[in-house]
């Protein structure tokens, strides 16, 4: 119960706002977000999405996001629990999003299976993740934290290679950034 709390304010803080709406932004029909946490990417959806289905482990998160989800023109419906098992139909939703969810899934393999199942052909998949760094100096910090970080921070990997992933899951993109906070 209080994972979620903390994660919720982190998350809520302002630098996070730009990336979130750049990543939703060709979002439409029927979206599928895994990772949901408590709603803080809903603000930023497109008029263009007409349903949202949410899949997220923590009961918490979901009443932390109940005031966020009745401010929202279309319906958001919770789904499920587990990214590695969506219980959605094969080629049922246009869009999925996962931000800061990639890090954390136990078996990410196994989501990025079903990412690609639940897609529709022509569907997109918008992703906003951390990772292992480019630096070799900083992978060396990213590898050293993470037992730390996998344990105060409900499983997440800080060196966790997301294009690599990506690609080995049979995902391309027309757009890749990559950047620095700046700080840890």
Same mark, same amino acid.
């Given at each position: 119960r209080v994972l *979620? #709390? #903390?994660?919720?304010? $982190? @998350?809520a803080s302002p630098g996070f706002s730009e *990336?979130?709406? $750049?990543? /939703?932004a060709d979002t439409h029909g029927t979206v599928l977000e895994i990772g949901f946490g408590s709603g803080h990417n809903l603000r930023h959806y497109p008029v263009t999405v007409e349903r949202l289905l949410a899949v997220e482990p923590a009961a918490r998160a979901i009443e932390l996001a109940r005031p966020r989800i009745e401010? #929202?023109?279309? =319906?958001?419906? /919770? #789904? +499920?629990?587990? +990214?590695?098992?969506? *219980? /959605? =139909?094969d080629q049922s939703v246009d869009c999925v999003v996962s931000t800061f969810t990639l890090c954390t899934i136990p078996d990410v393999n196994a989501a990025l299976a079903e990412v690609r199942r639940v897609l529709r052909p022509g569907g997109t998949f918008h992703v906003l993740e951390h990772g292992l $760094?480019? =630096?070799? &100096?900083i992978q060396r910090w990213q590898h050293r934290v993470n037992p730390i970080q996998r344990r105060v921070a &409900? &499983? @997440?990997h800080t060196n966790r290679h997301i294009p690599e992933l990506l690609a080995g899951s049979g995902f391309?993109?027309?757009?890749?950034?990559?950047?620095? $906070? &700046?700080? *840890?």
């Open positions: *979620p #709390v #903390v994660i919720d304010k $982190a @998350c *990336p979130r709406a $750049a990543v /939703v401010r #929202v023109s279309f =319906d958001v419906e /919770v #789904v +499920g629990l587990d +990214g590695q098992r969506l *219980p /959605v =139909d $760094a480019d =630096d070799e &100096g &409900g &499983g @997440c391309r993109w027309d757009e890749l950034h990559r950047w620095y $906070a &700046g700080r *840890p």
